[in-house]
């Protein structure tokens, strides 16, 4: 098998013998249908906004950096969805912001969750994007693990 990239259709038509690997794939383009039902309100918001793309992925590769009325729609957004992937999504998506914004989303994200995907994603973007009106909250991470993970972070950006 190359690298190349293979669409779902692709590979499941490669797998029609495999019932296992069928059945995987399934599984993969409706958890894609489902994410793309889930985010089509929050895409159509920011495509208003300026932002180009089908997908907030697709609007960080083409879109980036954030205007500030994109980011203030992702902010808002964040709070809205329960899934800690789709939350994913949206705090990565804030690494791409032009300028400084409040980070009490991240922050509030970054508390109410045990996911460590979420809280390792959310750490990235604070020192991707180092938002401001957190710094008391960031200088109690000091001496733990999340202060000494945002602490690497930093250095490596």
Same mark, same amino acid.
């Given at each position: /098998?190359?690298? +190349? $990239?293979?669409?779902? @259709?692709?590979? /499941?038509?490669?797998?029609?013998?495999?019932?296992?690997?069928?059945?995987?794939?399934?599984? !993969?383009?409706?958890?894609?249908?489902?994410?793309?039902?889930?985010?089509?309100? =929050?895409?159509?918001?920011?495509?208003?906004?300026?932002?180009?793309?089908?997908? %907030?992925?697709? /609007? %960080?590769?083409?879109?980036?950096?954030?205007?500030?009325?994109? %980011?203030? *729609?992702?902010?808002?957004?964040?709070? *809205?969805?329960? +899934?800690?992937?789709?939350?994913?999504? !949206? %705090?990565?998506?804030?690494?791409?912001?032009?300028?400084? $914004?409040?980070?009490?989303? =991240?922050?509030?994200? $970054?508390?109410?969750?045990?996911?460590?995907?979420?809280?390792?994603?959310?750490?990235?973007?604070? @020192?991707?994007?180092?938002?401001?009106?957190?710094?008391?909250?960031?200088?109690? =991470?000091?001496?733990? $693990?999340?202060?000494?993970? =945002?602490?690497?972070?930093?250095?490596?950006?």
């Amino acid at each position: /098998m190359t690298n +190349d $990239y293979k669409s779902i @259709a692709q590979q /499941m038509a490669e797998t029609e013998i495999n019932p296992v690997a069928r059945a995987k794939w399934i599984k !993969i383009a409706a958890a894609e249908k489902k994410y793309e039902r889930l985010f089509a309100p =929050l895409v159509e918001r920011l495509q208003t906004l300026g932002a180009k793309g089908a997908s %907030v992925q697709e /609007m %960080v590769q083409n879109s980036a950096p954030f205007s500030a009325d994109v %980011v203030e *729609t992702l902010l808002d957004a964040l709070p *809205t969805f329960s +899934d800690d992937r789709a939350k994913e999504t !949206i %705090v990565r998506s804030l690494g791409a912001a032009a300028a400084p $914004y409040n980070g009490k989303a =991240l922050k509030e994200c $970054y508390e109410s969750t045990d996911d460590e995907a979420l809280k390792w994603a959310t750490l990235n973007t604070i @020192a991707l994007a180092k938002p401001h009106s957190i710094e008391k909250w960031l200088l109690s =991470l000091r001496g733990t $693990y999340a202060g000494d993970t =945002l602490r690497k972070l930093s250095r490596s950006k």
